[in-house]
């Protein structure tokens, strides 16, 4: 066997190491961290794909998979989005990295966003519950900044509160930046103030979208809200092609009929 391929073969199997650029919170309980590969393998990760982080502590370690928010392969860095659990396992120790602090990862799974997007769909359409925004974030703001899409994008996320919401400067910009880029939360328990869009994603998002069935879909986040609205999506008529996702928990969420029922009502069909 010839040294260089097995190389080439292997190095998504390793446990490789990083180096922990920035740590921050961005919102209450979500945190952006940037890490930097501390190896010589490639680090192609584009908004989407998913890799294995892991810990160690008290002589045990832990792991779990993220996915990548944003990366710059020339500089050997990527990005994760993720919420601060407060009795997880994983993630509170996560948080308390300061920089340079040693972690490994591993990987490279699932495909970037812009892959699943169907070319064929006249806009494109973000859907995500809390950190889900972070590879949705990254995903519009490669195909923008590269000038890879020129159809209408929108993205729309849920959260609690108003404190819950983010990355909110960088979606700011990026929708100043771009026309055919627009972006939006919507606060299940917002507060009197709030001047925004109000309700879970399938009860402020449904009449906002026109032409659903020439649109493509992308959720990213609990399993609860991807079940209810992909159930939705497909009794709107919107081409199983045009859906795309990813779950980060709540796997074993069944849909309920009376709010599928409700959320398929609220689409615009007609058209
Ligand atoms: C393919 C894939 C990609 C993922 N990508 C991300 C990511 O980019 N960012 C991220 O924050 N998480 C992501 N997750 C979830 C992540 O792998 C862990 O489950 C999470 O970080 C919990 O770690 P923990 O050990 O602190 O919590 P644990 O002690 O394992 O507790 C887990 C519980 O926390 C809750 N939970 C897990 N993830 C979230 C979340 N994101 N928001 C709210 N509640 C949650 C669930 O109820 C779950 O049962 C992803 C999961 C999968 C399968």
Do not use: C
């Amino acid at each position: 066997m010839r040294a260089g391929t097995s190389m080439t073969a292997d190095w998504k199997e390793l446990w490789r190491p990083a180096a922990v650029l920035a740590n921050r919170e961005f919102a209450r309980g979500s945190r952006w961290i940037t890490l930097r590969a501390g190896d010589e393998h490639p680090v192609p990760y584009e908004p989407g794909n998913v890799l294995a982080l892991r810990l160690g502590h008290a002589g045990a370690t832990m792991k779990h998979a993220y996915t990548v928010t944003w990366a710059d392969p020339a500089a050997r860095t990527f990005s994760i989005i993720y919420r601060v659990i407060p009795a997880g396992r994983m993630t509170p120790r996560l948080a308390a990295l300061g920089p340079d602090a040693p972690v490994e990862f591993s990987g490279v799974h699932h495909n970037p966003i812009r892959h699943e997007v169907n070319p064929g769909a006249r806009q494109v359409v973000g859907l995500a519950t809390g950190t889900g925004v972070g590879p949705l974030y990254g995903y519009f703001r490669y195909v923008l900044e590269g000038a890879l899409e020129r159809r209408p994008l929108a993205l729309f996320v849920g959260f609690r509160e108003e404190a819950d919401i983010g990355p909110r400067a960088e979606l700011d910009a990026l929708a100043a930046a771009h026309p055919n880029f627009t972006w939006a939360p919507t606060l299940s328990s917002p507060g009197p103030a709030w001047e925004g869009l109000r309700g879970r994603l399938g009860e402020s998002v449904p009449p906002l979208i026109e032409r659903p069935r020439e649109t493509h879909f992308h959720l990213v986040g609990n399993g609860a809200m991807l079940v209810e609205m992909e159930a939705a999506l497909a009794q709107a008529g919107v081409p199983e092609v045009f859906i795309s996702d990813e779950t980060y928990f709540n796997w074993e969420a069944e849909p309920a009929d009376d709010v599928v029922a409700r959320i398929t009502a609220r689409f615009r069909t007609d058209a």
